[in-house]
């Protein structure tokens, strides 16, 4: 079992290289085989067609940058804003800690969205998976806003993986350079993440009973 799980780590390592050389279309089995050193009915045995290949390494790729954000969040305990700095920061390197994965994720995100992986035990970790980890204990105690899973995604991360694109012609504007984003992001999110404000209660009138048995302050 363990030699089975070593060698699908080594074919879908193999498969995510030849993805970035040669794109979807240009990579085929046999260079899989070459390159990973499994035979191609392997290959085939344990992921079925390229097409559910691909949709694995979606899975293994993004499961690298769910485990890294696991590890940012840990130990903050109840406090948010650490957490949430830890957090951001971490996704601000991913383009230099993962420099080929955002290129993977956009390439490959058809055949996750389109392919049936239910029949693998393989498990699927994913970010908006990883938020509501983290945010499930905050929100029963009040501290962040009840938020799904993928409403976490959006107000976390995905401004900030948009924030590490690096934009075209941006090396030359200072503006964007001087841009402290993990300020900028950490604020906003802070702000989505607050739960609601309780609206304090009105004072109860006075019945007319009472204002009876009140006596005269002013005797």
Not at 19 to 46: C, L, P, Q
Not at 67 to 92: F, K, T
Not at 132 to 138: F, K, Q, S
Not at 174 to 199: C, E, G, H, Q
């Amino acid at each position: 079992m363990r030699d089975n799980h070593a060698k699908r780590k080594r074919i879908l390592k193999a498969a995510a290289a030849l993805f970035i050389e040669h794109g979807f279309d240009g990579t085929s089995f046999i260079k899989m085989s070459k390159r990973s050193g499994a035979a191609v009915g392997s290959i085939t045995h344990f992921f079925g067609d390229k097409g559910e290949l691909a949709a694995w390494v979606y899975v293994d790729v993004v499961g690298d940058l769910a485990a890294d954000a696991r590890a940012a969040l840990r130990g903050h305990g109840n406090n948010v804003e650490p957490a949430i700095r830890a957090l951001l920061s971490a996704c601000l390197t991913w383009d230099e800690k993962f420099p080929h994965h955002r290129r993977l994720i956009s390439m490959l995100e058809v055949y996750a969205l389109t392919s049936d992986r239910s029949r693998t035990d393989q498990p699927q970790d994913s970010l908006p998976k990883v938020l509501d980890e983290w945010a499930n204990p905050l929100t029963r105690k009040g501290i962040v806003a009840p938020l799904s899973p993928s409403q976490l995604y959006a107000v976390i991360l995905a401004p900030a993986m948009c924030a590490a694109t690096p934009a075209v012609g941006s090396s030359s504007d200072v503006r964007a350079i001087s841009i402290d984003w993990l300020t900028v992001l950490t604020n906003a999110a802070l702000r989505a993440l607050a739960p609601p404000k309780k609206k304090p209660r009105p004072p109860t009138p006075a019945s007319p009973k009472d204002k009876i048995a009140q006596p005269d302050l002013l005797q």
